[in-house]
């Protein structure tokens, strides 16, 4: 495996001041770094790049079957055999030591809600989209971080990104993944925007998927979010199609929990989805191409999570 085909000497990079290759922090990562330098508001944190993942890798290779089962990759008993090394494996200290003093500087500002998101190479670019396939964990202490990040490298080959890969013929030698750690947004509501309609392919609508709460139970699947469709000269809404009653991911004091959704009616307010949408016309006039975004509403402001190009792969 040539996972340090891409990595960058230094296994930290902070998000606004990346200093080495985008390459070695993972379309997430750069993605978030881009936006903050636009002066977006995104929340704080760090992306451990891609050295850290070669480094953890080469450490179990070196004293266990782990290239074997790589090159038997996507044979499925290979595949969990991998999954098992990378989750369970130590991390190296050298690792941990930089992690830890990365974590420090983050929570020393009274971010002590994390959040640890997957990071992987071509992740999130115009040929390839592995949204969704990759691990996200909500609500750590600083803690918890370390295996968390152990979990999130494993996820590279969860059997849905397994599958991805072989069904769009990627390759599986070099696949790599950064990890990004970022104070968790105590969101209020959260949105998914496409600035260019995913269905019909309208350049004159954007159309807004939005739920109360964390957005985890919208990207997953599992809660069914109020579906908007804007006009983007007028800024009127065309299309509202409310989302189900479902459960909701809120954050309780720090800690993430799992309610029935507590409220009625739309999940954004006028005034709400109104600076939404102007904010998704700025990060497209920014990128100078179509694009959908991730958003949380907290603190009666927006926070962005991810701005991509919009892919249809």
């Not at 998914?192 to 919208?218: C, K, S, W, Y």
């Not at 804007?230 to 459960?247: L, T, Y």
């Not at 739309?266 to 005034?271: D, E, G, K, M, T």
């Amino acid at each position: 495996m040539n996972a340090s085909a891409t990595a960058s000497p230094d296994p930290i990079e902070w998000l606004g001041e990346i200093q080495g290759s985008l390459d070695a922090v993972g379309g997430k990562a750069a993605s978030l770094d881009r936006l903050a330098r636009l002066g977006f508001l995104v929340p704080p944190g760090f992306c451990l790049t891609t050295s850290a993942f070669s480094a953890h890798v080469a450490a179990i290779a070196a004293a266990k079957p782990l290239s074997d089962a790589l090159a038997a990759l996507p044979d499925e008993t290979a595949r969990a055999t991998v999954v098992d090394l990378v989750r369970d494996s130590p991390t190296p200290p050298p690792i941990c030591d930089a992690l830890r003093t990365a974590l420090v500087r983050l929570t020393a500002a009274g971010e002590t809600s994390l959040a640890v998101r997957s990071s992987a190479i071509g992740e999130d670019g115009k040929a390839a989209s592995f949204a969704g396939l990759h691990d996200t964990e909500l609500g750590l202490s600083a803690g918890d971080v370390e295996a968390a990040v152990r979990r999130c490298w494993s996820s590279l080959w969860s059997p849905a990104a397994v599958a991805y890969r072989r069904r769009r013929a990627l390759p599986f030698d070099g696949a790599s993944m950064a990890v990004v750690v970022q104070a968790l947004v105590p969101a209020d509501a959260a949105a998914v925007v496409f600035t260019r309609h995913p269905v019909t392919g309208r350049d004159d609508q954007l159309v807004i998927n939005a739920v109360r709460g964390l957005g985890e139970p919208m990207v997953s699947g599992m809660a069914t979010p109020d579906a908007i469709v804007v006009d983007k000269a007028s800024g009127k809404v065309c299309e509202f199609s409310p989302g189900d009653a479902g459960e909701r991911l809120v954050t309780i004091d720090g800690s993430v929990t799992r309610v029935a959704d507590p409220a009625t009616g739309p999940a954004l307010a006028v005034p709400v989805l109104r600076d939404l949408v102007s904010l998704a016309m700025e990060v497209e006039r920014a990128y100078g191409t179509a694009v959908d975004i991730e958003a949380a509403f907290a603190r009666d402001r927006w926070y962005l999570l991810q701005a991509r190009p919009i892919t249809t792969v």
